[in-house]
């Protein structure tokens, strides 16, 4: 049996990557999970086919994050299938790679909803019909600890949801629900590399302790401790899970 038997939790943008395998986790420690997809309906319905052969319960729910009524949508299927919501992971996201001097108005305007407006108005909902004693990880990057050229847009979202973890804390407080955000380093997912040359790659792995590319494992570790029971006493932190990252 799990450690975590009988909560329910909401993962965004986990059809592939990070929250594909953040799914998979929390179902093998009891969890029963809604696979978050906007367009990969195949790819989410693998990952419920996947939890569901290892005899966990999940389901697919589609959802623009970036759209609020969406984000309402998602929540409502969820309270209607399971009754309530004890974890939400916001790892829905958008990344882009532009000098300033490129970025058009409308690229500003998706990453912004997806990240920033997605991720808070996903947060109003856990207010809403979190239970008590609940856990919320926002998704950040460790990007921000740097001064990449092509990363100011991408760099400034996750900026913003650093500090709504800091400054919703307290808000939770009185209902036991922890907020925290996750900043990965380089992770070795398919969004990561696409753009990526081998060289590059192998440079950004130099950068940390270990000298190799993070797996979404790693990562999928460590919101496995923050959903916890043990993790109680944290809450309002951006926790850098890079291996070292500088």
């Known amino acids: ?103 058009t108005e409308e690229e500003f305007d998706t990453l912004f909803a997806v990240n920033v407006k997605g991720t808070y108005f996903a947060i109003q909902q856990a207010m809403k019909y979190m239970e008590n004693g609940g856990r919320i990880i926002n998704f950040s990057t460790s990007v921000n600890g740097q001064m990449f050229p092509t990363y100011s847009v991408y760099s400034g979202t996750k900026g913003a949801v650093e500090q709504f973890t800091r400054q919703l804390a307290k808000e939770f407080g009185p209902k036991q629900i922890t907020i925290n955000t996750v900043a990965p380093g380089p992770v070795n997912t398919e969004l990561f590399s696409a753009d990526k040359t081998p060289e590059q790659i192998e440079a950004l792995s130099k950068m940390n302790a270990f000298g190799r590319i993070g797996e979404p494992e790693d990562i999928a570790n460590v919101v496995a401790l923050l959903v916890s029971e043990q993790s109680q006493w944290i809450t309002g932190q951006t926790i850098r899970v890079n291996g070292g990252f500088i």
């Open 1 to 103: 049996m799990g450690s975590l038997d009988g909560k329910i939790a909401i993962v965004t943008g986990a059809s592939r990557g990070i929250g594909r395998v953040i799914a998979l986790k929390l179902a093998s420690l009891g969890v029963q999970v809604v696979v978050n997809y906007s367009q990969s309906s195949d790819k989410a319905n693998e990952v419920v086919a996947q939890i569901e052969e290892q005899g966990g319960a999940a389901i697919a729910i589609q959802a623009d994050i970036g759209r609020i009524s969406e984000i309402e949508k998602l929540f409502s299927e969820t309270i209607n299938r399971f009754g309530k919501v004890d974890i939400l992971i916001n790892n829905a996201g958008r990344i882009l790679y532009k000098a300033i001097a490129d970025v």
